[in-house]
């Protein structure tokens, strides 16, 4: 009985720790054109190079917001990452750059914004196009 009861403990686990890396812890919400994304936030060195790598999903309405202390054309890439992304480059609360459906076999290549930022917004492939999202946008958030 008790090896049943760890197999069945060791199945909910497993599907806890599914969602929980799907639906990525929240911290704030950013909009853009009218559609609202739940973010977790990436603003320490850490966190910022483990952003969303090893997760297996994330839910429609989620994302990763990276905030950093200064504007520069910081280079992200896909190590790790099991699911395509759109980047969207922000600087000043402003659309600046787009980089869309950006496949994990691109590893190890880097991908730069146009101009310097002081955001980053990681939210699943295929979003900026069914949004709308284009430079100029105005971003808002809400921490």
Known sequence: MFVKGVGIIGIIVVIGLF???SSAPVGSTITINGHSWQVALADEPKEQEQGLSGR???AAD???LFIFPDS???GF???DMKFPLD????KDNQVVG???KLAPETYPSLF???APVDKVLEINAGQVEKFNIKIGDVVKFKM
């Open 56 to 58: 297996t999903g994330l």
């Open 62 to 64: 989620r994302g990763m």
């Open 87 to 90: 980047i969207v480059w922000i």
């Open 77 to 79: 890439w896909m190590k």
């Open 112 to 114: 730069y914004p146009p």
């Open 98 to 100: 787009i980089s869309e």
């Open 19 to 21: 969602f929980w890396f």
């Open 72 to 74: 520069a054309q910081y």
